[in-house]
């Protein structure tokens, strides 16, 4: 199974681009790499996925390198309400039953 | 939209009783997990299951069971609960090609 490691914690300004990166070194070959976003008193809910390259969509952006043993969550001019926790999920996605495992996430702050 | 409903948010109990939280989607998913919460320690899978009637261990099923009767429902039952199972409770559902998705929570609280 992949673990994943975040940093803990990243405080940014409005408007800035944050990246939030995790590393998963012993990633497989069927696995996809899934990041979501947590408000408090709320269960997570999906922000974007990816399998090699990169991805965008109309939220955030995933950067995979070839080797796939990171990824880079980009989110463009975050503002205040992007303050959150970020997971990073690696598993198999096409598979029935596999165990998918989050880190501990990343704690984004935002400030004015 | 896929809609979980975890059956209460907010649930107080004493140690030694045996607690039912249940967990509900309504999308045929075929998967259905359990996540426990806690500061600093992020999501911790409990149990999961692939199917009625199937289930598979987590990283942290110790004094926890489960239950799949139907496909739409997913409860997770404390035995006897003891303080230290005081946390927030995630029940997430998907198919084969969707991502993970969670319901708003239960927090529980052993006295």
């Known amino acids: 199974l992949a673990k994943t490691t975040q940093p803990i914690s990243m405080d940014s300004y409005e408007g800035q681009e944050v990246n939030i990166t995790c590393s998963h070194n012993?990633?497989?070959?069927?696995?996809?790499i899934t990041w979501y976003q947590q408000f408090p008193s709320q269960g997570p809910r999906f922000i974007i996925q990816?399998?090699?390259t990169k991805v965008t969509n109309e939220v955030a952006s995933l950067f995979i390198p070839a080797d796939r043993k990171s990824s880079t969550l980009s989110l463009p001019r975050v503002s205040l309400s992007d303050t959150a926790v970020y997971y990073c999920?690696?598993?198999?996605?096409?598979?029935?039953?596999?165990?998918?495992?989050f880190g501990t996430g990343t704690r984004l702050q935002v400030f004015p | 939209d896929v809609k979980v409903t975890q059956s209460s948010r907010y649930l107080v109990k004493r140690t030694g009783e045996k607690v039912f939280l249940e967990c509900v989607q309504d999308?045929?998913?075929?998967?259905m997990f359990w996540y426990r919460q806690d500061p600093g320690l992020g999501l911790r899978l409990i149990y999961f299951?692939?199917?009625?009637?199937?289930?598979e261990k987590g990283d942290i099923p110790e004094g926890y069971s489960v239950s799949r009767e139907k496909k739409e429902r997913f409860s997770l039952i404390l035995e006897s609960a003891s303080t230290n199972q005081t946390s927030m409770y995630l029940c997430?559902?998907?198919?084969?090609?969707?991502?993970?998705?969670f319901g708003n929570g239960t927090r529980l609280t052993v006295t």
């Open positions: 997430a559902s998907k198919d084969t090609d969707s991502p993970l998705h």
């Open positions: 012993n990633i497989a070959t069927n696995d996809y």
């Open positions: 990816g399998y090699k």
């Open positions: 999920l690696v598993g198999d996605e096409l598979t029935v039953g596999d165990k998918l495992i």
């Open positions: 999308m045929d998913h075929e998967n």
């Open positions: 299951s692939y199917d009625v009637k199937m289930k």
